[in-house]
Structures are given as C-alpha cells and as structure tokens.
C-alpha cells in the first residue's frame, strides 16, 4: 500500500473542477503548472506529455498525477485528438510524488488500483440524478446540469442515458409530473400552485404535458380525489 504521508488532522481537499474534454492539434495547448494538485485520465487517444521538461508517451488509460507547482503540456501531432477526464483538487499533496510520475493503463489493470472510466461514468450520472432530485422545483435545463457539472451537454446525455435508458430532461419530466401527481392526489392545493410547485411556470402546458403522460388532466385527478376522500369521510 501507498503511504501518501497525509495529516488526517489537516486533510481537507476542496475539489475545484471535473470535466471531460477532447483536444486536438488545434487547441490551445500551453506548457504550464497550477497551484493545486491535477489528475488527469486519458480516455481515449495517444499523444506526448512534456512533464517538467521530459517527453512522455501516454494512451488510453493511463493516469497522470500532478502535484502543485509541476510544469505539464501536451504535444500533439497533426489531425490527431486525445480525450480526457480531468479533476483538480485544492488543499491535497502526495509528498514524494515523482515530478514525471504517472501510472500507466497496465499497472492499473494488473494492480486493480482503479477503473476511472467506469467510476467516472457512475459517478456523473448519480450526481446528475441527485442534482435533479434536489432542484427539479426550480427552472432546469441540460445546459444549467452541464454547466454545474462542468461537463457537455452531450456527453452527459450519453452517459445518462445509458445507464437509465432516459434522457436527463426526460427524467426531469417524470419527476416532476410524479410529484405533482401525489399534489393532485392530495387535493388541498391550486393546479397553478401545483404547477409552480414542480418547477412549470406555464399552467397550459403542464395541464397538456400531465394528460400526455397520465391520460387524464389535472383537474379531473384532483376532483377525482377530493371526490374519493369526501366518500371516505362519510362512510
């Protein structure tokens, strides 16, 4: 096991960043250094790694590891593209870490250290999924879940759908319906404050979108409700 000589007393890393990201010969790349720590996953292509001023080859699934104040570039030939998962911590150093240390895609495999494409994958869609769960009251879109992800809206769609089989807006329009179906049900609340409720500011398309879904309209849910329970008190 890696002794990473950590205090416990003052380990409090702040992660600042995760995305996922293409580059190509195009892109802007520069030689340079952070004041925090980067990690950085190759998911995809081949290219050279400058790390303090020595060459590296790195492919798919290798992981490099650079502590603060470590100078790193990419150097990649003409048409060719690299895509990665990076994620940069702030208040986190590996004492002793090597300035050119990097693991490659074998000594992972063979040590079983980590799958960080699965676990990224994992990780972003339960995040998505527990960020909707938290905010689906309020005006959501792909772009706001992207954007507070700090990943494209593409690849989030992707990913989320293949692991739920629903788009993320699709999800978010379940929901939404579902909650303000147990509203309904309850029948002490307005369907325009229902409709506020779940994250809808337009009354006419919630009533359209619920009927879509359920097959009936709101109002006849919540009179068929009121009904029911007014039979129940009686009885």
């Known amino acids: 096991m890696c002794d990473l000589k950590i205090d416990v007393d003052n380990f409090n890393p702040k992660m600042l960043y995760t995305f996922v990201e293409k580059f190509n010969d195009k892109s802007n790349l520069t030689y340079h250094c952070h004041d925090f720590m980067s990690i950085i996953y190759i998911l995809a292509g081949t290219c050279t790694y400058n790390i303090s001023g020595v060459p590296h080859i790195v492919k798919k699934g290798d992981l490099l590891i650079f502590n603060p104040n470590v100078y790193h570039g990419k150097i990649l030939p003409t048409d060719s593209e690299i895509n990665e998962f990076q994620v940069g911590f702030q208040n986190f150093n590996i004492e002793g870490l090597l300035p050119n240390h990097f693991l490659e895609s074998t000594t992972l495999k063979e040590k079983g250290i980590l799958n ?15 960020f909707i769960n938290d905010n689906y009251m309020y005006n959501l879109s792909l772009d706001v879940i992207s954007k507070n992800m700090y990943l494209s809206p593409v690849y989030i769609s992707k990913i989320f ?60 849910l919540k009179h068929s409700s009121v009904c029911d329970q007014l039979i129940q008190l009686n009885s």
């Open 161 to 220: 759908k293949e692991s739920t089989g629903d788009s993320p807006i699709n999800y978010l329009i379940k929901l939404r319906l579902s909650k303000a179906k147990s509203l309904l049900e309850i029948g002490d609340q307005a369907i325009n404050k229902v409709c506020i409720a779940v994250g809808y500011a337009d009354v006419y398309y919630f009533s359209k979108l619920f009927k879509k879904y359920y097959g009936c309209s709101p109002s006849k």
């Open 116 to 130: 960080l494409e699965n676990y990224d994958k994992t990780t972003i869609v339960n995040t998505v999924l527990e």
